[in-house]
């Protein structure tokens, strides 16, 4: 009986330590379980505008430039500036050399001289050739009118000669029709006479033969006339048309004539230079960019300088990614951030595709001396969308299979009873910038719990613990600026 | 030599009838990718045949650690089973010790209906009443609370019965006596009754304890709320990813009864036999 008693203390012994050791891994297991849980901030979604801040590197450059020109081949004396070396309105940039100057003076001169002479030869030649001229129409016009009178003649006379055959043909005809009556009345009568009277005939049948044959020569010989006078007075007024055409035109006089006006403009401004002893002086104060001459050479007939024009002012030239095209137009009110300072409400000028086009180049004019030249800078852009009802951190949204999602926290009932879990919620992004999305109010519950912020990675059905409202609010206040830290340091928040 | 080949016989049933515990043992310190390299066959239904190996490969502790201290769920449920276990037997040990006590004592009108209706009422599966039990429930308001499977635990008809059976077993001389000495009915039923039944009284408490320890219609039935969900429906579902946890967790939720067990076992082998015993 002892030994059963025993035995049995020994097992309830056994199960009390049991107890001990389940009740120790129980404070265990939830203490280890409260290390491995994610802990995360909420926040439920908002009503807010959803606002873009663009940044676009680039440098200030000047707006315009100018080209100092001077009259060619002149022989440089001295160069007065260099490059990158700001100039007055005025600044002696070179001197030319004064003989070299003189020299091109009078050769402009010479030259000029010569065409005054060219001129005066072509236009005693473009006379003579005049009178010639008239000559010739008048002769030509001469011989039309004698060729008009001599075919017309021969004409007249043709008709004379054709009608007088004509004539004498029609009195053989009557002579004939005579004879023929004469004859029909004696075969009627039967005189004797008839064979005499056929004889006639006969001779008066061969006689109206032959003026038949010479009335056909006349009309040849007129038809011969006419045709005679027609190419004749063809020939004779073509050649009056030569006459009239055969003066060519002649430019020559006009061209030198524009080489002269060319000279004295030429003149002028050597003249001017060689009265400012050679010197070339800046047209507007600026920047000298490049230096196209060298001493001892003669002067090109380009650009012997480039500078900058002050008063055309500077201007900040960018490049941005494509895709921000929609948040940028030209026109839009921007800022500059420089190293030293700010600019306010500058406006953006143009944006042209890159030759690349993958970037946009973004310029904007700058007030003059607001900046310097070469200066780095970053423009800054803020856009700000229509009014979202629904909007949440863009941390909050995560993607899988291209459907976007959130993680809700909803209180479940499970076996450590009731606790929050981690709900997938598929929503539809309306639009999202770098710090905020706006969701589709259909697929989002106003009064959701969206987890914002997590220690760790969270898969929908988590259990997940949620911090302290306090904590939280600071939590996303912390994870906000750090995303605009970022956002100014140029690093975008990729999610 | 006959000896031998008996004893040869009953150690290959022995170990036939242990070896889902055996099983429980092996599992218990073997890798997820070993259990599941034999068990995808029945689990992830692939072409071949589970196989098991008694001692493992490659043994690891990964289980024990990840039930101790990766599985909160598991000591929640422990102790809900705990709870429900305590109350349920202590319930039994008031209402139950006292009813057995007045049938085995005390004669009176309709005892045998009683009794007869005792009998009735153990013999129905929990099914058959599990109807009338949610309804009376509901009626209640102690559906989805601990109370719900602890209050028909309370009324259980199965330890009286037993109890009822050791009761019977004392000498009506003993009680004459106590009672010639001028002892209560109070005073008799705890110095005496108690006492001399002790061994069926262990006895039921040993095996409502095992009932209750593994019970899962009641719990599922009126227990909406996980948090109040007793060890036995943990790991409801089991998979090749987590068949060695499970395997771990259902070793640690069988000592405590295997514990119970040795602790009662002498005072059960009287209780079973004494259920067994006709009137």
Redesign the interface.
């Known amino acids: 009986m002892k030994q059963?008693e025993n035995?049995?203390i020994?097992?309830?012994k056994?199960?009390l330590w049991?107890?001990l050791v389940?009740f120790i891994?129980?404070i265990?297991?939830?203490a280890?379980?409260s290390f491995?849980i994610a802990k995360v901030s909420i926040e439920n979604p908002s009503a807010r505008k959803i606002q873009y801040n663009i940044q676009i590197q680039g440098r200030v450059v000047k707006n315009r430039e100018l080209p100092v020109i001077t009259q060619p081949d002149i022989l440089i004396k001295s160069i007065l500036v260099n490059e990158g070396q700001r100039v007055q309105k005025g600044a002696v940039l070179a001197k030319l050399d004064i003989a070299s100057l003189n020299e091109c003076i009078n050769s402009i001169e010479s030259e000029k001289k010569i065409l005054r002479l060219q001129n005066k030869d072509l236009l005693a030649n473009r006379e003579q050739a005049e009178a010639q001229r008239n000559r010739n129409i008048a002769r030509a016009e001469q011989d039309l009118t004698q060729v008009q009178i001599q075919n017309k003649e021969a004409v007249l006379l043709a008709e004379k000669e054709l009608d007088r055959a004509q004539k004498a043909l029609e009195k053989q005809k009557t002579k004939l029709y005579k004879l023929k009556q004469k004859l029909d009345t004696a075969r009627k009568k039967n005189r004797q006479d008839i064979s005499s009277i056929l004889a006639k005939k006969k001779e008066q049948e061969s006689l109206v033969s032959a003026f038949k044959d010479d009335v056909s020569v006349k009309k040849k010989a007129l038809t011969a006339a006419r045709q005679t006078k027609k190419s004749e007075e063809k020939a004779a007024e073509r050649e009056v048309h030569d006459a009239y055409s055969e003066l060519s035109s002649d430019s020559s006089i006009d061209i030198n004539n524009i080489s002269i006006n060319n000279y004295n403009i030429q003149l002028k401004k050597l003249k001017k230079l060689k009265a400012q002893k050679g010197k070339v002086c800046a047209p507007a104060g600026g920047i000298i960019t490049a230096l196209m001459i060298t001493v001892g050479q003669k002067t090109p007939d380009t650009a012997i300088f480039t500078m900058t024009d002050d008063s055309a002012g500077l201007k900040f030239i960018g490049q941005m990614d494509a895709e921000d095209a929609r948040y940028v137009s030209a026109g839009d009110t921007v800022s500059l951030k420089l190293a030293d300072k700010n600019i306010n409400d500058i406006h953006i000028t143009s944006i042209e595709t890159d030759e690349s086009r993958e970037f946009l180049n973004v310029t904007a004019l700058l007030p003059a001396k607001m900046s310097s030249i070469g200066e780095s800078a970053v423009m800054e852009a803020v856009q700000m969308s229509g009014n979202y009802n629904c909007t949440v951190p863009a941390t909050a949204v995560y993607q899988e299979d291209s459907k976007n999602y959130v993680l809700v926290a909803e209180v479940e009932?499970?076996?450590?009873?009731?606790q929050d879990i981690a709900r997938k919620v598929e929503v539809e992004v309306l639009e999202k910038n770098n710090l905020y999305a706006a969701l589709d109010p259909d697929t989002l519950a106003n009064d959701s719990q969206v987890i914002i912020n997590t220690d760790r990675y969270v898969n929908p059905g988590d259990r997940i613990r949620i911090k302290s409202s306090g904590y939280s609010q600071s939590a996303s206040l912390l994870a906000h600026n750090l995303m605009l830290s970022q956002l100014f340091s140029g690093s975008l928040y990729s999610h | 030599m006959k000896q031998a080949a008996r004893i040869l016989i009953l150690a290959l049933f022995a170990i036939v009838a242990a070896s889902p515990v055996i099983f429980l043992l092996a599992g218990t310190f073997t890798g997820s990718s070993e259990i599941t390299g034999n068990i995808s066959a029945v689990l992830a239904k692939e072409d071949g045949y589970a196989r098991w190996n008694f001692i493992p490969q490659y043994p690891t502790m990964q289980n024990i650690v990840e039930l101790l201290l990766d599985a909160p769920e598991f000591f929640q449920m422990f102790w809900n089973s705990i709870k429900i276990v305590l109350f349920t037997i202590a319930g039994q040990l008031l209402f139950g010790m006292a009813a057995a006590w007045g049938m085995a004592c005390y004669n009176f009108r309709g005892k045998k209906y009683i009794y007869m209706l005792y009998i009735i009422m153990m013999m129905m599966p929990f099914q058959v009443t599990m109807l009338s039990e949610y309804l009376v429930l509901d009626k209640l308001k102690l559906l989805d609370t601990s109370a719900a499977v602890i209050l028909p635990g309370i009324f259980s008809t199965f330890p009286v019965f037993i109890m009822y059976r050791f009761f019977c077993g004392i000498p009506e001389s003993i009680i004459e006596a106590a009672k010639i000495d001028g002892a209560s009915e109070i005073q008799i039923f705890l110095r005496i009754g108690i006492p001399l039944g002790s061994s069926g009284i262990i006895s039921a408490v040993v095996l409502s304890f095992l009932e209750c320890w593994n019970m899962i219609e009641q719990p599922v039935t009126f227990l909406e709320s996980k948090n109040l969900w007793p060890l036995s429906l943990f790991l409801p579902e089991v998979n090749e990813n987590n068949a060695g946890f499970s395997l771990c967790a259902s070793f640690a939720a069988l000592l405590p009864a295997v514990f119970v067990f040795l602790a009662g076992q002498d005072y059960l082998e009287q209780g079973i036999s004494a259920s067994a015993s006709k009137e």
Do not use: C, Q, V, Y
């Open positions: 059963k035995h049995t020994f097992w309830i056994a199960i049991l107890l389940i891994f129980t265990a297991s939830r280890a379980d491995t009932n499970t076996i450590m009873g009731s």
